[in-house]
Every structure is written in C-alpha cells, then in structure tokens.
C-alpha cells in the first residue's frame, strides 16, 4: 500500500510540476514550444534543503525558482 501511494504521490507531483512550470512560461512570456535545457548546480545538502524549502513556500520548483532569481538578479544589477 506504502509503495502504490509513493507511486501516486510522485504521479502526482510530477503532473503538479509540469502545469506549473507552463505556468511559470507563460508569465515570464516563453514560448510555448520553446526547447528545453538542463544545467546542473553543485550545493551543499542544506543549501539545497533551504532553498527548495523557499521555492515551495511561493508555490515553486526549484528551477523556476533559480531561473526567477538569476533574472530578477541581472535585472537588478545592471548586468
């Protein structure tokens, strides 16, 4: 029983973050077919334990979460 409602939960959340993430497209204006790439970020175990917590908290994954604060970042600091 453990194991089908693991299985579901993670159904679940992976549908959850799927609509969240066009969400997130859609409101920072990408395009809907627009590719999709992956970069890997080195952290210590708490930071990311951290900052996934405060992504979540705003209703976020974690990468919409780097990519929301990488721009507001480089719009900030005149980069």
Known sequence: M??????LLDSFESETTVKHEKAVGAAV???KNGTRATALVSMTEDEKLRL????QEHGLSLS???RLAADEYIR???W
């Open 29 to 31: 204006g990408r395009k």
């Open 64 to 66: 919409a979460f780097f």
């Open 52 to 55: 996934t917590g405060k992504a």
């Open 76 to 78: 900030n600091h005149d």
């Open 2 to 7: 453990e194991k089908d409602m693991r299985g």
